[in-house]
């Protein structure tokens, strides 16, 4: 069979890997497998359910289809879910589980969603008002046991009449109809309903499958954590999918090193900035060494440093990175479980020096690239015949027309590009032109083929001499220091450029410790003179590298971490500007004063 929407996938595999373990997941201490045929009858019952519930498509337009929400983690429900809403013609909404309760406010209302699924009782606890101020919410059930009915009464509420009626709405769904709506939080103002179709997403993860490759192989296991509510991981799960691919559901951020142990997948899919993380612990340990076995691991982290798949190295660098690979970088893979084919990053742009000593240390990562409004997939590099250029996002996945604007602006066309902005139709007309998607992001070709995003085009500012800055290359250069937590470059309409730095409290310490200095809390140790001798020379550092625009005058050192419940970043962890700039806005003044 050609797979057309996006439920086909039951079918697909049903017909081709037919698994035992589809979906695996981890309940009362023990990994439970659910098998391909267990999900088909899960979703067709909880089809069912909802049609005699009287959710429906209506008249199968983006305005007129019943909504409804999903706040909760990833777990198998949310895919079950997902594909019983989209048998009966509804469209899903889903919201992040972090989600600030006046924006969730702004969604229920604007998409008149109908029901509310929602994982637990914290959760429901969190958004109680908000449910219950919402006049469009008709019915509101939850997955784990709270005050709610649980979910599976609307499985109980199937019938055969139901069950056959399924099928018969099922073959009238097109792949042109709206499969969900996500609402981006974006960096800035407020959240935008972006129309995604069966075609879209189908057509977006067949692409990547094919450009990447993913293989057809019912053995191989993914472990899902990035949230299912953003499209980089519900595209990829659907990939999974049609590959016949296990997905393991991680049992919490916290517990992401520990699932890894347990069921040793071959991919996973990642942002920056747990990679990040991953790499400051490793280097914490590192850190902690003594004598020679330390200064193995910090040769170790230099040859890796020096890494480039797309360069002759010479024979003692080849056997420099054998001996590395084998002392240290082993024990990194076997932390990762030691069966890892592919990491793919994206979201955010990944720090290149984190991705040549991921990859010289035997630990693939691949960073891609593409927003909400293309299904996601835009570029990404690939596994095969040497198409990874690190401090690139790859090649442009096959089956999509591309260009660059005169700006630099990335644009393209395709069955991947959104139906548009859900009752934004002026918005709309913006961004996608004579069928062009204009995605805000400035960009080269590397090579004439491999894509390198440089900036925002709605972050680029000018100094008042008249001179335009990208931030975001900057940024990525400051964060390249394992001392640099999040950073962000001002100065628009200034004589010159500064930065906001919060430092890296892990690395910090460690630092302190090995220079006999005393650390009780950022606060106290971002006064203290050794630390801003510090950051100072790493700017010094880093300034030797750019043009007399964009080099950094001035710097202020932050005691606190930004986070997504201050309201600073997004979900994916992306730095929100405009709110950190309007929160910083006096330390910002002293910087220019």
């Known amino acids: 069979m050609v797979p057309t929407r996006l439920f086909d996938a039951i079918e697909y595999q049903q017909l081709n890997f037919n698994k035992e373990n589809m979906l695996v997941h981890k309940l009362d201490g023990k990994w439970q497998a659910i098998s391909t045929n267990q999900v ?136 042109d109809h709206l499969a969900t709506i996500i609402y981006t939080s974006g960096t800035t103002g407020q959240p935008k309903g972006v129309m995604l ?16 490759p993913f293989p057809d192989n019912p053995d191989l296991r993914a472990l899902s954590f990035l949230p299912l509510n953003h499209i980089f991981e519900k595209c990829i799960s659907y990939v999974y999918m049609f590959s016949g691919i296990s997905i393991y559901f991680a049992e919490g951020m916290e517990k992401i090193g520990e699932n890894i142990k347990e069921i040793r997948p071959h991919i996973f899919m990642t942002v920056p900035r747990l990679l990040e993380k991953v790499f400051e612990k490793i280097n914490k340990t590192g850190q902690a060494l003594e004598g020679a076995q330390k200064k193995v691991f910090n040769w170790s982290i230099k040859v890796g440093e020096q890494y480039d798949n797309r360069k002759w190295k010479s024979l003692f660098y080849k056997a420099e990175l054998a001996l590395a690979r084998k002392l240290v970088f082993s024990k990194w893979q076997q932390a990762l479980g030691g069966d890892i084919l592919h990491i793919i990053t994206g979201g955010a742009a990944c720090p290149e020096r984190l991705l040549r000593i991921f990859n010289a240390a035997g630990i693939p990562v691949y960073e891609g690239y593409g927003p909400t409004e293309n299904s996601p997939v835009i570029s990404v590099n690939r596994h095969i015949n040497n198409e990874t250029m690190i401090g690139t996002v790859g090649p442009v996945i096959d089956g999509l027309e591309f260009k660059l604007e005169a700006d630099g602006e990335i644009c393209v066309k395709g069955p991947t590009v959104m139906a548009g902005y859900y009752k934004k139709p002026d918005l709309t007309a913006e961004t996608i032109i004579d069928g062009w998607l204009h995605t805000g992001d400035i960009g080269t070709l590397v090579e004439g083929r491999f894509l390198k995003i440089t900036d925002r085009k709605k972050e680029l500012f000018k100094t008042s001499g ?98 997504i419940e201050s309201g600073e970043l997004t979900p994916k962890l992306s730095v929100r500007r405009k709110v950190v700039m309007e929160k910083y806005k006096d330390a910002i003044t002293r910087l220019f004063d």
């Not at 008149?112 to 008002?129: C, G, H, P």
């Not at 069966?198 to 977006?204: D, L, V």
């Not at 450029?497 to 919060?502: E, G, H, Q, S, Y």
């Open 466 to 563: 008249g001179k335009y800055v990208a931030p975001q290359p900057i940024e990525n250069k400051l964060k390249e220091s394992d001392f640099v937590e999040q950073a962000i470059i001002v100065g628009a309409e200034q004589k010159y450029v500064a930065a906001l730095i919060v430092p890296s409290q892990e690395s910090l310490k460690t630092w302190a410790a090995q220079n006999n200095l005393s650390f009780n809390s950022l606060e106290q140790a971002i006064a203290l003179p050794e630390v801003k001798k510090l950051f100072k020379d790493h700017i010094q550092k880093i300034n030797q590298h750019l043009s007399a625009t964009e080099q950094i005058k001035k710097h202020m050192l932050l005691s606190r971490p930004w986070s």
């Open 40 to 175: 088909n009858e899960y979703v067709q019952k909880t089809a069912a359910g909802l049609h005699n519930l009287g959710i429906s498509a209506k008249d199968f337009t983006a305005e007129g289809a019943d909504k409804i929400a999903i706040i909760s983690e990833n777990r198998p429900e949310w895919i079950i879910a997902d594909l019983a809403v989209q048998q009966i013609g509804a469209i899903l909404v889903p919201i992040y589980p972090t989600t600030p309760p006046e924006e969730l406010a702004y969604i229920f209302e604007e998409a008149e969603v109908k029901m509310v699924l929602i994982s637990n009782k914290l959760l429901l606890k969190k958004y109680e008002s908000v449910l219950a101020g919402s006049p469009s919410i008709q019915f509101v059930f939850s997955f784990d046991p709270t005050d709610k009915p649980n979910w599976t009464e609307i499985q109980q509420k199937a019938d055969q009449d139901a069950l056959e009626h399924i099928q018969e709405i099922k073959a009238n769904i097109t792949t």
């Open 197 to 212: 179709s069966h075609g879209n997403i189908i057509s977006c993860a067949m692409l990547a499958k094919e450009s990447f």
